[in-house]
């Protein structure tokens, strides 16, 4: 087999295997063609070598890739040849013993519980259509409430939204599912999005006798629902909207927001591990450092002896 033929069967079995997003997989295709061009002139993959992979890797970084996207080009690498083995197409893996760049801890930003007030109470005045400012307000309100991924909020199925208005089932990575508690003011709010599209979805289909779509934020585009690249610039729109700097606001500062604010407010960490959906522990364990972070910037700004 090409070397094309390889990353399609391989990323075809991760999709079907592991249940590898869709996301991932793309940025795995584009990876491995890139390792692919790097080889060509000399190597295939049933031919190459570790040193042809160390010799990819230091090109990757006097390109000034991030350190990120080595340490994934990296893992798609090591993922593709492992596969290989396992399918008896090489003997050996050449990418085993190779070790990946360190990837520094950085603090995630957040933002504090006034900044998300505003936002919450700005998305209700954003937007030219009362649709539209339904529609903000749910999405606001769902993604604080529940700390969701943004692909798993755009991509919310109608009836994830139906039955018991205090909890919402999503499907998260590898297909899982998990059941969110919703707040009071995002269950209201989610309700009214939804008799709000109940009723257009009826008003259609008695005009048209159009099917109507299966997605709670539904879209004409490819996708069938509302785009992340669209979501983000709409939170963009309602952060200028609530006076807080765009460049602090994105769906993932929210998804942080939440799981900050639980953990300042005492929850335990194993409930917001299960609430975000993370499958170790160790993920969720950076909001403790982000909490002590906060804790010793109040301590310095408001302590008497902290003072000049």
């Known amino acids: 087999m090409n070397d094309h033929r390889w990353i399609s069967t391989y990323l075809d079995a991760a999709a079907a295997e592991q249940g590898a997003a869709t996301n991932t997989q793309l940025a795995y295709g584009r990876d491995l063609l890139d390792f692919a061009a790097y080889l060509a002139p000399k190597a295939s993959f049933s031919s190459a070598q570790r040193d042809d992979i160390e010799g990819y890797l230091l090109q990757c970084q006097a390109q000034g890739l991030a350190t990120s996207t080595r340490a994934r080009r ?3 690498i090591k ?10 197409w090489r003997a050996d893996n050449p990418a085993i013993q190779i070790d990946g760049p360190g990837r520094p801890k950085r603090l995630p930003k957040t933002l504090g519980q006034d900044e998300v007030s505003r936002l919450l ?3 209700r005045h954003t937007g030219r259509t009362q649709t539209d400012r339904l529609r903000n307000t749910c999405l606001i309100e769902v993604l604080y409430a529940t700390g969701m991924r943004v692909s798993e909020l755009v991509s919310l199925p109608l009836s994830a939204a139906r039955g018991d208005p205090r909890v919402v089932l999503v499907r ?4 899982k599912e998990r059941m969110v508690p919703l707040s009071p003011p995002a269950g209201q709010a989610l309700a009214a ?5 109940d009723a257009e979805n009826a008003a259609k289909a008695a005009q048209t006798g159009a099917t109507p779509s ?3 934020f539904a879209s004409s585009g490819k996708l069938g629902h509302l785009t992340r690249h669209r979501f983000y610039g709409l939170i963009k729109d309602i952060a200028v909207a609530a006076g807080v700097p765009p ?9 942080h927001a939440f799981a900050t604010h639980l953990l300042a407010n005492g929850a335990d960490l194993r409930a917001i591990q299960t609430l975000l959906g993370h499958a170790d522990v160790a993920t969720t364990e950076i909001y403790t450092h982000v909490l002590e972070e906060r804790l010793r910037d109040l301590v310095l700004q408001h302590h008497p002896l902290s003072q000049p």
């Open 121 to 123: 109470e700005a998305a």
């Open 79 to 88: 993922q593709l040849f492992r596969f290989a083995v396992d399918e008896g």
């Open 214 to 216: 299966r997605y709670l």
């Open 172 to 175: 998260g990575k590898g297909g």
């Open 193 to 197: 999005w939804v008799a709000h599209v």
């Open 247 to 255: 460049a602090k606001v994105t769906p993932h500062t929210l998804r």
């Open 74 to 76: 990296l893992s798609a």
